[in-house]
């Protein structure tokens, strides 16, 4: 079992930063990679990012590239999205997932991950 706890959403305005922390714990040795999705209401879940443990290889989605980074401490177990340049579509609920497939071609789907965050809120006013 691992667990994993987002932190850091919150109310931002356009232009505006925020960085999201997730902190996994349990059994993570088995863990390839943590990924970040967000869902918005009244629409499907949508991959934003995700970095694999060993090696720190990152992916992103098209929306997101140039404006979120995502990073890892090994140390802390603890994955980062820092998300710069928000606009108002960023605004949905983002949850983290840990992802045990050890193939990137897995990352963008969610059905991929075995376990979840409660998710956080982050809004974007205009």
């Known amino acids: 079992q691992v667990q994993l706890v987002e932190s850091g959403g919150g109310l931002v305005q356009a232009g505006g930063s925020l960085r999201l922390s997730c902190a996994a714990s349990?059994?993570?040795?088995?863990?390839?990679?943590i990924g970040w999705f967000r869902q918005a209401t009244g629409k499907e879940r949508e991959f934003v990012a995700a970095i694999t443990w060993s090696g720190g290889s990152t992916y992103y989605a098209d929306s997101v590239k140039g404006r979120f980074t995502i990073s890892r401490d090994n140390a802390k177990l603890t994955v980062y999205l820092q998300m710069n340049s928000l606009k108002p579509e960023d605004t949905a609920v983002y949850s983290c997932a840990d992802n045990r497939k050890y193939s990137s071609n897995t990352l963008k789907y969610p059905k991929e991950y075995s376990y979840w965050g409660q998710g956080t809120q982050v809004t974007v006013s205009s």
């Open positions: 349990g059994r993570t040795f088995s863990s390839y990679a």
